[in-house]
């Protein structure tokens, strides 16, 4: 255990996690000695077609397919109202934002089929708080659980997607705001695919983290709070931005010349004193259970 | 089977699919009577840290910590180069496009071990061709297929992004580039987080795809181009722009008043008469698995 600024972090990481030649712990998903190929599969599937079972797709128009609602919910968010409580119209065109001509297709593998097979459900875990609060160590730690029992999850750092799909946002506030609706959406598209996605970014404004609970299904978005003082952060300094942010060298710093706006109904608060990041990753796990989503 | 337009569409989906009580094939992974609860796991990282072995972050800077070259070839294009061939040093601050401060984290669980969960290889499956060519189709005949064998597939769909991420982009020549850019850098993640990732989009433009392939390592990105001439995609126009474009009422229209640039150097050719989209389907499963995407 190693102690830095008042928090312990952990060594996470057995050295087996290294090596190629690691497999992984049989308690997830487990190897079949006479897996199905995809040919048996596809000859399944033809099957499939010649008994005349329940098209998903026929000439583009579908025969009023039913699903579950928690199925057709995620479905509403994601396909913008198309998908209904019940019974889909769809093959229609709609306009949406700045696009026209735009058709929501349909797919017959959904959320359900994905869960089942990864035996979980895809939901955001939505870690906020202050530069040096500690949120991407949770995050790892709670990475690192999942993984062992054999969950599959995913981190969105709001630093590493600036490596890639926000590379054109900077830090003003349009930009902030850009970056975080990007990673909410893209959050979003994982845990429709059934990972666990914990997305880990200061986040600073409540609208902006509304907006990303906003586009999930009610239950899916997991707002976890690290409740660390700020002084408590900037004693940390491990980027040494704080000294930046005082010395003017950097503009506009959360909790130093732009605001953090404590969450006021969020599922999680991690608070400073709340042991390490595995016992603080532990108290987000035994929320996950609760909730189901550590099963299909 | 539906005859349409000259292609097959099938009926993919048994109605049993569609049931919330519905179990999926025990061919991908099991589920273990006595599941390691995340008490226990958590009992289990404890020890690791205690016994002292190799940590992954200690005081925000890295052991020189060495993963294979499959993970770092990804962390590379992921990180913007911070990780190397061989080992590591993160913890460095980086001006990235438009964002500075920007730090790399890195957490122990990564690619090869997401890889290792699922038995498979995440990869970028990039369907391209006119509208009508039959991109979803395939894209879904596709899923089903992975879907039976056990396998995590997502969809990522050109029409659907829209509906959500890239809401904001209309069809103007760099709100496509910008559109395309994006679920590039999408379908990017869900490759690294071990998902093969099905993107199925017009995507007119050779530099446009051939960026998507460049922020992937050598060989992730598979190009899957619908070779089926405009006619038959007009004759088909299923979604009826076609009309809409040959009357003016869209401008701009790939194959109308836009052009669709063939693929030069693509890993599959997908032929009008090539079958269904199951047997289409079948083409690229076989490419899959001959490239060791279907295993860890």
Redesign the interface.
Known sequence: ??A?GGIS???????S??R?S???????????PN?????S??A???E???T?????????KVDG????D?ETDFDAT???GHARNSGKILGV?ST??????????E???GK???Q????QKGCVIWITGLSGSGK??V???L???L????K??????G?????????????KAE?RAENIK?IG??A???A????ICIASLISPYRRDRDACRA?LPDGYFIEVFMDVPLEVCEARD????YK?ARAGK?KGFTGIDDPYEVPLNCEIVLKNNGG?P??M??KV??YL?QKGF?QA
């Not at 690691?22 to 079949?32: E, K, M």
């Open positions: 255990m190693v830095i972090l952990p060594r996470f990481v057995a050295p996690l290294h190629q690691f497999s992984p712990p049989a308690i997830g998903f487990a190897r079949f897996r199905i190929s995809y040919r599969t596809v399944l599937l033809d499939v077609e010649k005349g079972s329940r098209a998903a797709i026929v000439n583009r397919l039913v699903k579950s928690c994601l396909g913008n065109l949406v934002g700045n696009s026209t001509n735009i058709k929501w297709h797919c017959s593998v359900i089929e994905r089942s097979l990864l035996e991407s160590c995050a790892c730690a990475n690192q659980i993984y062992k029992m054999g599959l999850a995913y981190i969105l750092d630093d590493n997607v600036r490596h890639g799909l926000n590379r054109d946002l900077g830090f930009d990007r959406e893209v979003k598209l994982f429709h695919a059934g990972v586009i491990a980027k040494g931005l930046l950097i390490s595995c016992e990753a532990e796990m035994s259970e550590l």
